[in-house]
């Protein structure tokens, strides 16, 4: 069970929780399917008086497919003890298999956007703006770390979402 509190009362710390301890990015609904993958890079704060959050995703991820459709999207923050499923989930696509369902996990919707009934914290986000990265703009050492071989071309498209919803597991 959820509860849905206030940000006043939203004590994390995003360094930690989303670099550190990872976050899973979820889009989708129950007539078009559920994706979500691992996410290391992102933030919360503040964007035209609005809370916000931000995310970063590559174009080449199942998951953006999701993002792109929806107007909505969710953040996921787990126990500690479930990291180990969210590196499978960070390393394995949606296209191939129901990774979902082979690391146990359960959908759960918020406000009618899904995230995890495992996790302890969701936070649900609507998209106001997006951008993407411009490959002469990230500095060449960047470049050389994320966008070689393979990853060339494929520019994460920055999101921030308005944060309309903050669920908190109840103890
Ligand atoms: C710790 C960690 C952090 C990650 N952070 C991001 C991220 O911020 N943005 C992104 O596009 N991919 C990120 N990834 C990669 C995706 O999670 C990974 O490619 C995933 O398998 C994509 O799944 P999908 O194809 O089902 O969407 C990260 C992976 C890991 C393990």
Redesign the pocket.
């Known amino acids: 069970m959820f509860e849905k509190i206030e940000s006043k009362d939203f004590l994390i710390n995003p360094f930690q929780s989303i670099g550190r301890d990872?976050m899973l990015v979820t889009a989708g609904d129950e007539t078009g399917g559920v994706?979500t993958?691992?996410?290391?890079?992102?933030g919360l704060g503040d964007l035209w008086h609005k809370d916000a959050a931000f995310?970063?995703?590559?174009p080449s991820?199942?998951?953006?497919e999701f993002i792109e459709k929806m107007d909505t999207f969710s953040l996921s923050f787990f126990p500690g003890d479930c990291k180990s499923k969210l590196?499978y989930?960070?390393?394995?696509?949606?296209?191939d298999e129901d990774?979902i369902g082979k690391m146990g996990l359960h959908v759960e919707y918020f406000d009618g956007t899904p995230g995890f009934e495992e996790a302890e914290l969701i936070i649900v986000c609507r998209k106001m703006y997006h951008l993407d990265f411009v490959g002469g703009r990230i500095p060449a050492n960047e470049i050389e770390r994320f966008y070689s071989n393979e990853d060339e071309n494929d520019f994460?498209r920055f999101y921030a979402g308005e944060v309309t919803g903050l669920y908190r597991k109840k103890q």
């Open positions: 990872w994706n993958l691992t996410a290391c890079w992102g995310i970063f995703i590559r991820r199942y998951t953006y590196g989930l960070g390393s394995h696509s949606g296209r990774k994460h």
